[in-house]
Nanobody
Framework: QVQLVESGGGSVQAGGSLRLSCAAS????????MGWFRQAPGKEREGVAA????????YHADSVKGRFTISQDNAKKTLYLQMNSLKPEDTAMYYC????????????????????WGQGTQVTVSS
């Protein structure tokens, strides 16, 4: 069983920065993917960034490339999302998730074997 706890959300003005953290507990294989997803009211959940826990591969959605960076500290079992140059359209609930599928080809898709999800942390960006 994996438990995920996100933190670091808040309210910022456009152009500001936030760093989200996701503390994980339980067994996480180096073959798993961990990702950040977000969901705004009335919209579908979308993948923001993902990283293979064994290292080497990261993916970022086109909408956040150059502004957001996913990283991990395996020793602390913590996933991070550094968000810079925030825009009002980044406003959403942000979720951390773990995919237990070893055959993931599109890690930014919510149905890519993401079995464990955190409770979410709210990010609000004002103009």
């Amino acid at each position: 069983q994996v438990q995920l706890v996100e933190s670091g959300g808040g309210s910022v003005q456009a152009g500001g920065s936030l760093r989200l953290s996701c503390a994980a507990s339980g067994y996480i294989s180096s073959l798993y993917w961990m990702g950040w997803f977000r969901q705004a009211p009335g919209k579908e959940r979308e993948g923001v960034a993902a990283v293979r826990t064994g290292g080497g591969s990261t993916y970022h959605a086109d909408s956040v490339k150059g502004r957001f960076t996913i990283s991990q500290d395996n020793a602390k079992k913590t996933l991070y999302l550094q968000m810079n140059s925030l825009k009002p359209e980044d406003t959403a609930m942000y979720y951390c998730a773990v995919s237990t599928s070893t055959g993931v080809t599109s890690p930014l898709l919510a149905n890519a074997g993401y079995r464990y999800w955190g409770q979410g942390t709210q990010v609000t960006v004002s103009s």
